[in-house]
């Protein structure tokens, strides 16, 4: 069974599955690497609040909910 994976765009915020040491919290994601399959693609992360930068596949991604929306009364 594939399971279909959606491609991110630069600046969405997710949060990492499974986190190890010093992954927790909001990650911004950067640009796709270049070659790295189109089932599992890797992103390059930036840490929101420290800029840490890590790697990681779209598989260990868990997308977090955008406020862009507008509230309606």
Do not use: C, F, K, N
Not at 10 to 33: F, H, N, Q, S
Not at 43 to 51: A, N, T, V
């Amino acid at each position: 069974m594939r399971v279909r994976l959606r491609m991110l765009v630069p600046g969405t915020r997710v949060r990492i599955r499974r986190p190890g040491a010093g992954e927790r919290g909001l990650w911004v994601v950067g640009d796709r690497l270049v070659g790295s399959g189109l089932h599992d693609p890797a992103y390059e992360l930036r840490q929101e609040r420290s800029g840490r930068a890590r790697i990681l596949r779209r598989s260990r991604l868990r997308l977090t909910r955008t406020t862009t929306r507008s509230r309606r009364r």
